[in-house]
């Protein structure tokens, strides 16, 4: 599902963030230009932030950035971003972030096996350090396929 849903155009390389909550907007920005989400979804994600803290946090350097499908969700969506400097999220044990995945569903369950093949790819440090090294979404995409055919 994740290999049918991502191409080139939906990851950005070195993006530049004042803050968590300026990478949060600026990594949108591609689901919102598409017509994924409405501008309400990222600013639910911005304030869900603020008052629960850090849970987007996945591990070492990565963050899934979500809210509720009701806030603003039209389909699902997915993209990736790098951040150059990477950018501290308040978590105390994975800071600061270089990755943030996009990420919206509209219901709650459609989105499960797609989370479940994403996990996979987290989860191997090798394609992981390969991700974060990347210097264009080409070669950023092209080891993500990689992964996913493995």
Known sequence: MLKEMITAKDIEIGLQATDWEDAIRKSSRRLLEKGAIEQEYIDSMVNVLKENGPYIVLGNHIALAHTRPEYGANEIGLSFTT??????????????IKLIITFSATDSNSHLSLISELAGIL???????????????????????????E
Not at 83 to 96: A, I, R, T, Y
Not at 129 to 141: A, D, G, K, P, Q
């Open 83 to 96: 951040l150059n400097p990477p950018v501290e999220f308040g978590s105390e044990n994975f800071d600061p």
């Open 123 to 149: 989860g191997d440090d090798e394609v992981m350090r390969n991700l974060f090294e990347s210097t264009t979404s080409e070669e950023f995409y092209n080891h993500l396929v990689s992964a996913l055919d």
